[in-house]
């Protein structure tokens, strides 16, 4: 070993050491099956909620057929960014698909959610600009804001109120309102009419991350914008490909100007290869099964009524805002421990501790799927009787 790793090595050890003992290492378990309601990790099968597969489409028989044709046409690697040679008929068609989806003027493509959001925002704001940032918005976005070297002013969580204020108080060549539609860890929404009406008074733009919405909300799945009906004044509104889904990828529906100036200025876009082009094949084929069947949409819906309902009495606080139910529990080794307990009953449902959610925060998440029977979601609520999950302290 080389005397530079071994520092590096030692530097490692260190915090690796002070992770353990605060409870925020992290460890990879590998599963042995297809994402879905039920899974093999090791020798353990067990039903899963910890998935952003909402909609069951990962291992769906009509995506996987899509993707396999395509394998056998286009092969597996694309050999180059977009921009090079790795622009490919399916990533144009899915562009097209994705772009009649969202009502949107036009769509460009990137490799995930995470790569969008760092992109579009150094692409549209920088020195002299200013960006407002929801306080419990993804890293994505938090990391977006961070590069783009704009001023970036936090507001408290879904506070209209005092996001107009740092609207009327900030002085910026441009302005650009950032949030989630619907917040990963908590599961709660947006007031965006609200977020709407505020950035056309102060002229500012207004970016969406739909993550967790595309697919689950709006009459065809088009998410928060599409369900109260304001898209058409949403700037930006970036879908991921990797959760209802079912794939890998990420999209922003857009102005046809603003897609053009992603191609020129978006790096992740111009200096990654680009996605493999049977799984834009995929993604096309999800769209449609989204757009097209709201049977799952619909069984879902089920599932998170039936669950609100449960754990409201359990004595939980919950609410069907979306398909994620957070049970706050404060200090990670609590939430740990209850995640093993659940486990020890055949329910994966993992810890989520800081930094990604806050100090004294750390939880249980449960996602739901149409993937799930009724049984798994009683399973799980019976499971949490039985353990004595409660919220708090």
């Known amino acids: 070993m080389s005397p530079v790793t071994q520092v590096a090595d030692r530097w490692a050890r260190e915090d690796l050491e002070a992770l353990s003992a605060k409870g925020l290492r992290r460890v990879l378990e590998p599963l042995d099956s ?3 309601a039920e899974v093999r990790v090791g020798d353990e099968r067990l039903v899963n909620f910890s998935s952003n597969d909402y909609l069951g489409l990962a291992a769906s028989p009509a995506v996987r057929a899509a993707v396999a044709a395509a394998l056998e046409r286009y092969g597996v690697g694309t050999g180059a ?16 698909r994705l772009a009649r989806f969202e009502r949107a003027e036009a769509v460009r493509l990137f490799n995930s959610g995470y790569a969008a959001n760092t992109g579009i925002l150094p692409a549209l ?26 001023r970036v002013v936090v507001y408290p969580h879904a506070d209209v109120a005092a996001l107009t204020r740092a609207l009327e108080q900030t ?5 650009l309102v950032v949030t989630d539609s619907v917040f990963s860890m908590d599961g709660d929404v947006a007031p965006l009419r609200e977020l709407v009406a505020a950035c056309e008074a102060h002229g500012a733009a207004l970016m969406v991350d739909e993550a967790h919405a ?7 799945g088009a998410g928060l914008c599409e369900a109260l009906g304001v898209e058409e004044r949403v700037d930006l509104r970036m879908g991921t490909l990797s959760k209802a889904l079912g794939g890998l990828g990420a999209y922003v529906a857009t102005s046809r100007a603003v897609a053009d100036l992603l191609v020129s200025r978006a790096r992740p876009f111009v200096y990654s290869t680009a996605l ?14 989204v757009e097209h069947d ?19 009495a359990l004595g939980l606080p919950a609410e069907p805002r979306s398909a994620i139910f957070p049970v706050i529990l404060g200090e990670p080794s609590r939430a740990l421990d209850a995640a093993k307990r659940l486990r020890e009953a055949g329910l994966l449902v993992k810890a989520i501790r800081p930094p990604t959610v806050p100090d004294g925060t750390s939880r249980l998440r449960f996602c739901l799927s149409a993937a799930h ?19 708090g302290p």
């Open 276 to 289: 493999p082009a049977a799984l834009c094949a995929g993604a096309e084929c999800a769209v449609d099964l």
């Open 81 to 96: 960014s977009r921009l090079v040679v790795g622009d490919m008929v399916p990533h144009q068609r899915l562009e097209a």
């Open 294 to 312: 709201p049977a799952p949409r619909e069984r879902l819906w089920g599932h998170i009524h039936r669950f609100t309902n449960g754990l409201r």
């Open 214 to 220: 595309t697919g689950v909300l709006g009459a065809r």
């Open 125 to 150: 704001v920088g020195p002299g600009d200013a960006v407002f940032s929801d306080a419990l918005n993804h890293a994505s976005l938090v990391d977006g804001c961070r590069l783009s070297r704009a």
């Open 373 to 391: 029977t009724t049984g798994h979601i009683d399973l799980a609520l019976e499971t949490l009787r039985r353990v004595g999950v409660s919220c």
């Open 34 to 36: 297809p994402q879905g």
């Open 171 to 175: 002085p910026a060549r441009r302005k």
